[in-house]
């Protein structure tokens, strides 16, 4: 008997025999846990949080290293505690020796500067007894006088230090104004800075932004904390509607999560929170929600609807966020319950491509937003294509972190792999498990209904499975191989499946064919990585010319900061949004039909639900 | 370690550790001992007497302020008393802050209501397949639609409650709108209601009003719990100076006895705070800052100015108060450092009084604040007459609660008095003190420099102090005298001369003399228990013609309730409060001159710095 651990925010699932430490486990299995001392319980390094499950009860060690209320929280020493039931792990990037890879480059887009705040300097008289105005009286005088700027208001918050900090400064500052509010001051010299974060269900990108220049100072990827408890947004709603206790303690790990990466993009350009006088967050419609303490309910249930749709600018302490004084946070506007701010901005960073012709645009995730632009006009729809690319569901899945395996060729009977920083192998993610597809398809190890045949050498049959070996035992001493099971390839072909027949339904609601395509835009993390030959020989994506295809990264994450740097473009990402036909996929008729044939492994075209072999 | 403290009458056991005084453990709890100096043992208000337990020795502050006997019977200052084991002590309602008469009826000015949030009946269409639009969308539209209401924003906290909201009320709902943004929803039906707040130093007045109909649904006054951290706004911007904590301890005190008045407020009205979707605070400076949590130390050292004076309107939950969803709390604007909005609040609801005319108009208090117009020209000046009036430095003074003696005759050497509720004589309060000094002077027992006579019976001399005895001994069974000592005389002599000196100030710097007062507005609560004519024979108000004088109660209350119904009033306000014209008291040419002359008993004329016995 052995109890099943899993290991977020990695996304590895391992068998755990009794009597054996969580440290263990995942040393078995070549998982990243942190541990300085060797497993002796005095570094400290190997803390981990037990978010569901049972484990042996705290050691003396523990005992001394945590306060009661931590361990209640469940916060444990990987080498000391010892699982009695099936368990769930959060694992916090101190614990771990390496990171998840999180990507945050892209397309890059010009903007030119219109921002939402500007920067002034003033220079004030102190108060005297003929000149006894209140101190911020003096600098809405001086901003009046000398820049022309006539305020209306002042931030409370503003209010609340000025007095002091005009004395301590001489009565010299930089005053931060938005649309006619002062909204922040601070001491001379003080940049005026932005911040974009692209709010995703696994990673967040951060980009700290000169707002004057346009110029990114700083990018940063971090993983989500919320992973742990749900890796799609559906369990994640799920634990919200369940729990309320959960869905606060949700939203203080992505907001707490957001305020780390705002501080420590500020260490690495040198800068101050509290220059940070404007932000834009884009995530999809539940991250968003779920960021901004919003209700989900409705979007668990037909017909999914959000809790608001259009852009909206909160004052960044009503999201918990630690910014200059009174400054607001702008959320680009969602589209529909499954198709979010995220999509807005990508749309946005990649207008330049869609302006004409007729253009389809991805974002790949647990979650994929499609959509199709002809002449200009935009459908959109949303495709439930579930973890599989994130590693989830999948036998040796993992998400994208050293060791896992990115890229596979078969040949000749032979794997030839690269894993993420060239770490010995852990296990496999999506690009990896996409191109292992591919390759085996081609191979004649799968048919085209996914079936594995059972005559090559690397497919074996274990306790009644039919997996096919990508690291052997021998290939990795004392670990246990690393797989893809018949029932893993099954799970891929839903998971493409939805994607392609969400293409196909778009496609014929704007009542074109997949040959017409004139570009296909693919964004994301996931889909800047993906071999797209390989998609289009597992029959994720239509069979074009590869010249057609271009990946262009987070595109979410610039379109976040050209939002950032200009209101014109803030204007642009509203209209772009109010204009999309979000189109419903589910019970839309034909779609099961389409959603079949779509599961087909090879290069094929697909017309409603029939399959013809690519030319 | 902590030893037990239990406050009788009040039946509280509250836990004190050793090393912190008697007051400092009332604080803890919030326990209502009186301390008009804030804890340096000089104001003698925080009188307790221990029944059981041991404490600390009399320190020389105590020595000086009791005799023997009253130190054998356990009396002892709660500043100055550190237990060293459990113990009882007995709190007289002398002591007590809490049960004081607080006055919130006064002037009744009609205002055509013109609120500043709107309420409108929205019905809206459930979500469905084919109308797939965010539920605060459907509001929108159809405050549009059917309101032609075009909202700009959504508030935060209405989003976040929203959706479920729409759903158990069958979308149906009442909303509220400001300023073009949705700031509340509640189910119908729902009033539209405001809060008006008149915060004093010492008293807080709150009115429950229907901003339809301009309709006070109800009033109440409250003691403002700041006051054991001291009587005066001085000592409590001191002990914010001396100890942030403080500093949020005072604010978080007035903000959660707001929210409780404004619950009660609606328990009384049959209503729900979810209901008050505006509010109207004024307060003198320090008070609007205390509340707002601005920094104060510009107000305490010259040249006295406050951060901010232009009107503000703050989140109601950025200022810690539990209104409806977004609502906004308006406070009117200051005009100095310690003429604060009011005073605005004042001059606002008596217009109609200084419209024509030379007027003066007097808030008396700790600080006594003082409007002179002519011809609708407004110069006000604050005068620090200190905490007389409030019963505070004076040996058996109290506030205006139960048992104080309010009026005082004297006929024929007897005392005739009367109390507050008829309840047997516990002290003397500001309106008594006025009244006996002024028969005090008129039966020859005062001289016109204040000096007391030794021949009248009444006239004792204890511990080389000299006495008026108001109830002596015989007449109060097992307690001491009341008595008005030649030292409480002094007192008021110097609480009323900075209030007759700052009225000769003005009327110099409109060059007016007092006989050219067509009126005189006296404001406040204690202003409005006086008797006019012992003001005038004390020496604090000019020998005018009573008819000319007019006691209007809480006028600042009124003026909150007329800027809550109505946008023109606020507006009015802010011209009012932008047109006057300030004159600073402290170190003005011959104040002090006119300060020595205004400390003379009995009716006279001032003119620069000379007295001149009045027709």
């Not at 998609?535 to 262009?552: N, S, W």
């Not at 740097?565 to 996929?585: D, M, P, T, W």
Request: aromatic letters at 4%; a neutral charge; proline letters at 4%.
């Amino acid at each position: 008997m052995s109890f099943l651990i899993d290991f977020e925010p990695l996304g590895r699932r391992v068998a755990c025999p009794p009597g054996r430490s969580l440290m263990d486990c995942a040393r078995s299995q070549g998982i990243g846990v942190s541990s300085v001392c060797g497993g002796h319980g005095t570094c400290n390094s190997c803390k981990v949080q037990v978010v569901r499950g049972a484990v042996s009860p705290p050691t003396p060690v523990e005992l001394k290293t945590f306060q009661q209320h931590e361990l209640q929280a469940g916060w444990r020493l990987a080498c000391q505690a010892l699982p009695e039931s099936d368990c769930k792990l959060h694992v916090p990037p101190e614990s771990m020796t390496a990171a998840q890879r999180t990507q945050v480059e892209g397309l890059e887009v010009a903007v030119t500067p219109q921002p939402a705040v500007s920067a002034f300097s003033v220079d004030l008289a102190a108060p005297s007894s003929d000149d006894l105005r209140a101190d911020s009286q003096r600098v809405v005088d001086a901003l009046k006088e000398y820049h022309g700027v006539e305020c209306r208001a002042v931030d409370v918050d503003v209010l609340r230090t000025l007095s002091d900090r005009l004395r301590s400064w001489d009565w010299k500052a930089q005053v931060f104004v938005r649309e006619r509010e002062l909204i922040s001051v601070a001491g001379r010299p003080a940049r005026l800075l932005g911040l974009a974060v692209d709010l995703g269900s696994t990673k967040i990108a951060g980009y700290l932004v000169d707002l004057l220049t346009g110029q990114t100072l700083a990018a940063r990827g971090v993983t989500n904390p919320q992973v742990s408890y749900g890796e799609d947004v559906i369990s994640r709603i799920n634990q919200t509607l369940k729990s309320p206790t959960d869905g606060r303690r949700l939203r203080e790990l992505v907001i707490e999560a957001i305020n780390q990466l705002a501080a420590e993009l500020c260490r690495q350009a040198a800068a101050t929170v509290e220059e940070i006088a404007d932000a834009v967050i884009v995530g999809n419609t539940a991250m968003h929600h779920l960021a901004l303490g919003l209700p989900v309910g409705q979007l668990a249930q037909a017909p999914f609807v959000p809790a608001v749709s259009q852009a909206l600018d909160i004052r960044a302490r009503d999201a918990g966020l630690r910014l200059a004084a009174g400054t607001c946070v702008h959320f680009l506007p969602n589209i529909a319950g499954f198709v979010g701010a995220d999509h807005v901005a990508m749309l946005l960073a990649t207008q330049a491509g869609w302006a004409t012709g007729n253009v389809l645009l991805l974002d790949i995730g647990t979650n994929t937003e499609v959509s199709l632009v002809r002449d200009g006009e935009i459908a959109a729809a949303s495709c439930a294509s579930g973890p599989a690319f994130e590693g989830g569901h999948i036998q040796d899945g993992m998400r994208a972190a050293a060791g896992a395996i990115e890229r596979v060729r078969l040949d000749n009977g032979t794997v030839q792999y690269e894993t993420i920083d060239g770490a010995p192998p852990v296990g496999i993610c999506g690009s990896g498990i996409l191109d292992a597809i591919a390759q085996m398809h081609l191979a004649g190890v799968l048919d085209d209904t996914g079936r594995m045949a059972n005559r090559h050498p690397r497919v074996r049959s274990r306790d009644g499975r039919i997996e096919f070996v990508l690291v052997g035992e021998n290939e990795r001493p004392e670990r246990r191989a690393i797989v893809l099971t018949q029932k893993d390839v099954r799970e891929l072909q839903l998971a493409k499946a939805a994607i392609r027949a969400g293409i196909q339904m778009l496609l014929e609601a704007s009542r074109l064919v997949e040959k017409e395509l004139d570009r296909v835009i693919i964004a994301g993390a996931f889909g800047s990585y993906i071999d797209v030959a390989s998609a289009i020989t597992a029959g994720m994506l239509p069979p074009l010319l590869l010249d057609r295809f271009k990946q262009v990264g987070n595109a979410a994450g610039m379109g976040a900061r050209m939002a950032l740097v200009s209101r014109a473009e803030r204007e642009k990402a509203a209209r772009i949004a109010s204009g999309v036909r979000y189109v419903e996929l589910s019970g839309a008729a034909g779609f099961s039909r389409t959603f079949t044939a779509a599961t087909y492994l090879g290069r094929y075209q697909l017309t409603g639900g029939k399959r013809k072999e690519a030319g």
